[in-house]
């Protein structure tokens, strides 16, 4: 079973204290895809300026991501420039350039109305809105989003809530979102918009995936050396989502294998700048380091 996302093709300017990168590849779907395809066909609808790189667009190629959805219209790429301190699991964002995406309007090719399992990355609510307009059943629809829209989109924030399954951000913007500080109630608070689950991600503290009734909390991987968080969310989301399309089953036992496979991605993701460590991930390398979560959190 394949996914279709939509979301942002970037190119990042990161600086950690491990080091910096400047307009490396990057963007909310260009690592969904990139971790999901690990698991299954991925369908791709985003837009890029005429400064992507040929290069780029053949790395997602080789992957076998499908890039029919993709449009490359005259001006610049989205650019996002970020830094983070000590604190990993705070990105401060410098600056924001929509670019290309600002003129943006998402067109679903026909061969990708009946996919199934959807990915909303972290792109302006109004584009994720239209997008699912165009889509006919789709059997899960997942949702990520930002501070940035939190803050500028938030009336269309509230109306995608209330039409997707699955809401995944991370803690501050489960805080910025409800108002509440404590995680718990403000994933209720979440719950009462509209998804009938969400995960919280919480970094090096691991997420919680929580509905009207369930609740798990997983761990993160214990690393020992982190280099750039930039796509942890959204390789986890990756993860999330192309185990679960591959396994066409959407049960408890399901959702947290599926939510160990996210945070074994996003682990090595973390582990290099941009897609570094991403596009040369095994199955095998995942597999083991599954198995090593499992067991470490067995009791
Ligand atoms: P995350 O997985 O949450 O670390 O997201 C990282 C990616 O989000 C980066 O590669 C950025 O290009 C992208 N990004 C940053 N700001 C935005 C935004 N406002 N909308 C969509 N994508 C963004």
């Keep these: 079973m394949s996914v279709l996302v939509v979301g942002t093709l970037a190119l990042d300017s990161v600086k950690t204290p491990f080091g910096e990168v400047k ?4 963007g909310s779907a260009v690592y969904f895809s990139l971790a999901a395809s690990i698991f299954t066909q991925v369908k791709l609808v985003g837009v890029v300026g005429m400064d992507f790189s040929d290069e780029a667009l053949l790395l997602l190629k080789e992957k076998g991501i499908d890039l029919n959805g993709l449009q490359k219209i005259k001006g610049k790429t989205f650019h996002w420039k970020g ?9 401060i964002t410098i600056d924001t350039q929509l670019n290309v995406l600002e003129n943006f309007s998402p067109k679903i090719p026909l061969q990708y109305q009946d996919t199934e399992f959807i990915f909303l990355a972290n792109i302006d609510p109004d584009l994720q809105l239209n997008v699912l307009q165009q889509l006919h059943s789709p059997k899960l629809v997942v949702a990520d989003t930002m501070n940035f829209w939190i803050e500028r989109k938030k009336n269309a924030l509230l109306k995608l809530l209330k039409k997707i399954d699955i809401v995944v951000l991370n803690d501050g913007e489960a805080r910025q979102l409800t108002n509440e500080p404590n995680l718990i109630n403000a994933a209720k608070k979440i719950l009462s918009l509209g998804p009938k689950q969400v995960i919280i991600k919480k970094g090096e503290h691991g997420s919680l995936m929580v509905s009207s009734s369930n609740f798990f909390s997983a761990p993160a991987y214990p690393l020992e050396s982190i280099f750039d968080p930039t796509g942890a969310g959204d390789s986890f989301a990756g993860g999330f989502v192309g185990y679960l399309a591959s396994h066409k089953n959407l049960r408890e036992p399901e959702m947290k294998k599926a939510i160990i496979y996210g945070t ?13 460590k991403l596009i040369n991930l095994t199955k095998d390398d995942i597999e083991k380091r599954y198995r090593r979560i499992k067991k470490i959190t067995h009791f």
Excluded: P, Q
């Design 264 to 276: 074994t991605i996003a682990s090595f993701t973390v582990e290099d700048f941009s897609i570094n």
């Design 23 to 26: 307009n490396a590849l990057g």
């Design 83 to 91: 830094e983070y301190h000590y604190d990993l699991n705070a990105a």
